[in-house]
């Protein structure tokens, strides 16, 4: 283009904004942090989302656990633990929608649209779980049946959206999650109640928390390697 | 636009800091994905008009994509980096290595001349 402004790198900037020109190693500097800064304002936070879920399904169903066992500990009845994980359920999932939205937002394409499939796949599936739960009222009325069929079938649902994820997205970490959620969740319906509450609480959100910390020392690792 | 290579030689469409930033930007995106405007801009602090002037360069050098389509009626505008831009950028990246592994500040970014090979 103009044989000058190339024989005088650093000076150049006459063409008007954004036309200066920068030495190679401001160029490599200035594509490293601007693709960062990208990354992270694109991509959603392992570490938020699965903390979120984490906490929600430790405390939770810890308080249903504590409820039904009869141990008085912290004088719960089952009444007071329910909307309690109702409420943190709530919050984890705006949370997540939130996060989400707002870090896909304004992007198209492939990857997008897996994204918002991938979303859809969700609400299906707890709709789903929700069609089921209501149509077995019309053949019990106890509430132990509905409280295996809901935790258990709620852990059944997120466990196969995670394998689902894994493979998406061929990230390991969250097909393990999946995984896990299945066992606990699903194998510990196996132990009754409140057995399954606590392997829901304890293996089921130790595990969101232990993935989510598996995300957040990768993270402090690769910072700390990155300049 | 393809001149003599010793594999130092620095794409002038992209070795400008708004471009390189907006290039860079795009390249850390999907390979297929498309970004809305505002979106872009609010990644890149520019404004809308010195954003448009830039994509307009990158786009005439075939490395942008901008496509005009309709959200529920509004307008929307979506930018992409094309497989020529995203190859231009990964041969500009190379290029600006070789020549901070090479050089050692002799020859400065964007210079002509043969590296001391």
Redesign the interface.
Request: without cysteine; charged residues 20%; hydrophobic residues 50%.
């Given at each position: 283009m103009d044989g000058t402004q190339r024989h005088e790198p650093r000076r150049g900037g006459t063409a008007g904004p954004g036309e200066e020109v920068l030495g190679a190693a401001e160029s490599l500097a200035l594509i490293e942090r601007q693709q960062r800064r990208v990354s992270e304002a694109v991509s959603v936070d392992p570490v938020l989302i699965y903390g979120a879920w984490g906490v929600a399904w430790l405390v939770g169903f810890l308080l249903f656990a504590l409820s039904l066992g009869g141990s008085g500990l912290l004088g719960l009845s089952a009444g007071a633990a329910a909307p309690v994980l109702g409420l943190l359920l709530l919050a984890a999932m705006v949370i997540t929608t939130v996060h989400t939205a707002r870090a896909t937002t304004g992007i198209a394409g492939p990857g997008a649209t897996s994204g918002a499939l991938y979303g859809w796949s969700w609400l299906l599936g707890f709709a789903a779980l929700a069609a089921l739960i209501a149509s077995l009222h019309r053949y019990t009325a106890d509430p132990q049946v509905f409280a295996v069929l809901s935790a258990g079938g709620s852990a059944l649902v997120v466990g196969l959206l995670y394998l689902a994820g894994g493979a998406l997205w061929r990230e390991p970490h969250q097909f393990a999650l999946g995984a896990w959620i299945l066992l606990t969740g699903c194998g510990g319906a196996l132990l009754g109640l409140p057995g399954l509450y606590w392997a829901m609480s304890l293996a089921g959100g130790g595990g969101f928390l232990l993935t989510a910390a598996v995300f957040a020392l990768r993270r402090r690792g690769r910072a700390g390697t990155g300049r | 636009m393809t001149p003599p290579d010793d594999g130092t030689h620095?794409d002038?469409v992209i070795?400008?800091?708004?471009?390189?930033?907006v290039t860079?930007?795009l390249?850390?995106?999907?390979p297929?994905?498309?970004?809305?405007f505002?979106?872009?801009q609010k990644?890149l602090d520019?404004t809308a008009g010195?954003l448009s002037?830039?994509l307009r360069k990158l786009e005439d050098a075939g490395y942008v994509e901008v496509t005009k389509t309709h959200e529920r009626r509004t307008p929307a505008t979506?930018v992409?980096l094309t497989a020529t831009g995203r190859s231009a950028f990964r041969d500009y990246?190379a290029a600006?290595?070789r020549?901070?592994a090479g050089?050692d500040g002799l020859v400065?970014?964007?210079?002509?001349e043969p590296g001391p090979t």
């Open positions: - | 620095l002038p070795h400008a800091a708004a471009r390189l930033k860079a930007t390249a850390a995106l999907g297929d994905d498309r970004i809305a505002p979106r872009l990644l520019m010195n002037t830039h979506y992409a990246t600006v290595r020549l901070l050089a400065e970014a964007g210079t002509d």
